[in-house]
């Protein structure tokens, strides 16, 4: 099985690196806060995926890691259905010697950050917690302890360590910034026609007025057979209409051509657009453009249309009326009655 954010058949090639200038996380503790309790377990699948490849498809790069563990704990019918998730969504055949699960049993979920469960890890050799990642996954809502964090900060700063809290259901505070090294905030937004969820991931440290792509990704997953499928792109709006708006552009529409498919003056699409980073969809064709269009709530008939006569010529032959053939035209005008001379 192919190890990537993306599904089997899509492809990476026109996401464009926006992290090049952006150094991986630091070694200490990543909180990951935001209200994205129900979407806790997809998250979770693309941030592990995100580590075992080292990816710099997220806000931030992750780190090159030799060990990865996801720790989780609850009650044992808890435990049941977290590892049943993880069986679904696919993210369990990963497992191996560098990649492991951890599941405690409690009465009740355990609060990961505790001094009883940092204490596991101070106990640990230099070489046990040396460039390996921890995952610490708490139960919805539930706050880590301020304590917990800095102590766990200590570990992972003085041994290049990485300790990541996921925190759903945890609304921010500002507090958290000054004792965290890094944080990222997860929200649930609209998802692109074709798939069933999404959420974004971005990093405050890293937003600009000038490129709100810069510092923020949107991640759209759906269900198969097979698993969870995911495609993450740059954030471009939470406004479904403006994303197409961008693909669009980016397919080589001109500013007059996209006004008049949303009845819009074509100096306010370009105010939307700028400064914009998109990317055209994975298997993007008519029947999909279609797709998008009805979820805009706009006439799928209006898609080749456009007052610019040069735009036209961008559609495909196979989008286009084919003329009329030759003797059919002659046929008609055969049946046409005369007209009487005066």
Known sequence: MKRALRSENTSTEMLPSLTADVSAIYPGVTLVAGPYGALSIYFQH????????????????????????SIHSGTRRQLEMIKWSHVRTGIAAYANSAFKFEYLQASTALNLTSPEMVSRFACKRKSALERSCFLLVMADGMLPIDEGLMELRRLGEANNAYFIVICPGMTLHAKYQAIVTELLVVSQGEPDPGYEEAFTIASPDLFSSFQPSLGKVVCNTRMSDSGLETEITPYVSDNLKTRLMAILKLS??????????????????????RNVVATIPDGWDDDMFVQWLNACGIDPAKRHGGKNARDRGTVKSSQTIAPDDRNERNTRNEIKPKKKPR
């Open 46 to 69: 693309v941030l592990l995926l995100a580590l075992a490849t080292a990816s710099t498809e997220l806000p931030i790069p992750m780190p090159s890691c030799d060990l990865i563990t």
């Open 252 to 273: 080589g529409w001109s500013m007059q051509r996209i006004g008049d498919l949303f009845e819009m003056d074509k100096s306010n699409v370009s105010r939307k657009l």
